[in-house]
């Protein structure tokens, strides 16, 4: 026989031996499974739960805990510890714990506490925001142990800004004096930082109205400046509020004089919406004194848009070229030149033959008034020189006239209505 016969030979009886050691491996590994699954098939939990930790599969173990009946958990929890011992079984549950704290809060609270890691029960709570749940915590802890595990979570919550928790941890254990002073640094943190809102609850929360006016007043201030109106009025309201509540009457009238200039954007907006789109724009001056974040195109921009819903998209045309021209911020400015060629486009399709709606601006000026035309606006060439002209002007002037202002030849009102 030759040589590579052998080896041949050889090398089909070393994988045949090994195919042979992988199939047997297997068939040992899903037998205890299936053991396992008997087990639980049968309600023998806790055979079920030694084969798992004889396994080494303590995920498993703990899986298996709450799948349960939870008459049958604690004969099981003895079993965890019988088998592990205590130091072993406290490791078992906080590594569920953990491992629980992404998927399920609840099986997670159930494995701290059985492990006695309050502490890491209640950060768990605390990086939720769970006041409430981590509070609840509290009254489990052994009482030698309770004041040094509060405090530590008490800083902890603190540093991670979780004012209000840190200072209801430590109210849980009667130091009311410290959880008012974390609430104090806090509301004057937030302060400092042009958080007005965050330190006017605070102050609140301590039970000082005084303070906690001010920065309701200053969260109004903020509110105005960018331009958020109801926010304003909201927090002005509040400050009021808290102003009598720490008797103080003459702030409270400050502020709600300061709320009655608000009365002036309301009317505006009433009268906007009743068409009285002369009135509204009479008052625009005043509103705009009073409310410097308010620009007065944005101000004639609202009395077109009404003006356009209830269908006047003569006088919509109107404002929004007062817009155009009251705005030096090019965005806005686009923004409603492009609302004149929309309304444009709607006045086309109702007009009269012998007129045209200004796409753009014109270069030339009116021949009447002299004045530009807006893209938008409606308006008529002379059909001899082809100058143009606002479409109103021109036909008022040719009712006197009877000839074109630029180049003075005879037209027939009839005739341009007939012309494009």
Not at 246 to 255: E, G, I
């Amino acid at each position: 026989m030759a040589t590579w016969h052998v080896f041949v030979i050889l090398i089909g009886i070393i994988g045949l031996l090994t195919l042979i050691a992988i199939i047997v491996k297997r068939r040992r590994k899903k037998q205890p499974l299936k053991k396992i699954q008997g087990h639980i098939n049968h309600g023998n939990f806790l055979a079920a739960g030694r084969l798992y930790l004889d396994q080494k599969k303590q995920q498993d173990a703990a899986d298996l805990y709450f799948k349960m009946p939870p008459e049958h958990r604690p004969a099981y929890e003895a079993m965890i510890l019988q088998k592990l011992g205590k130091k072993g079984s406290q490791l078992f549950w906080i590594r569920a714990g953990r491992r629980y704290e992404r998927t399920n809060t609840h099986h997670a609270r159930k494995a701290y506490l059985l492990a006695g890691a309050y502490y890491d029960c209640i950060k768990m709570f605390i990086d939720q925001g769970e006041k409430r749940r981590a509070v609840e915590i509290v009254g489990q802890i052994p009482p030698d142990l309770q004041e040094d595990i509060v405090r530590r979570l008490a800083q902890y919550a603190f540093d991670r800004g979780k004012f209000h928790i840190s200072a209801e941890l430590l109210r849980s254990l009667g130091l009311i004096g410290e959880a008012d002073a974390i609430l104090a640094v806090a509301a004057h943190e937030f302060g400092a930082i042009e958080r007005p809102q965050a330190a006017a609850d605070f102050y609140d929360a301590v039970g000082r109205q005084d303070l906690a006016g001010e920065s309701h007043e200053e969260d109004g201030e903020k509110a105005l400046s960018e331009g958020r109106i109801e926010e304003a009025k909201t927090a002005f309201k509040s400050a009021i509020e808290a102003y009598d509540l720490s008797n103080q009457p003459k702030d409270a009238l400050r502020v709600e004089e300061r709320l009655k200039k608000f009365n002036l954007l309301d009317t505006f907006r009433q009268l906007a919406a009743e068409g009285r789109a002369v009135e509204a724009e009479a008052m625009i001056d005043e509103i705009s004194d009073h409310f410097p974040r308010i620009t007065v195109s944005d101000l004639y921009a609202e009395i077109a848009s009404v003006l356009e819903k209830r269908g006047n998209l003569d006088e919509a045309i109107t404002y929004f070229d007062k817009a155009a021209d009251a705005t030096k911020n090019p965005v806005k400015r686009q923004g409603y030149v492009n609302a004149l060629r929309r309304l444009g486009s709607e006045i086309a399709s109702q007009t009269d033959k012998g007129t045209q709606i200004a796409i753009k601006d014109l270069k030339e000026k009116c021949v009447v008034c002299k004045l530009p035309i807006k893209a938008g606006r409606k308006y008529i060439l002379c059909p001899h020189c082809k100058k143009p002209a606002h479409y109103s002007h021109f036909v008022e002037w040719l009712k006197v006239q009877g000839t074109c202002p630029a180049c003075h030849k005879k037209i027939r009102l009839d005739r341009i209505k007939e012309d494009k």
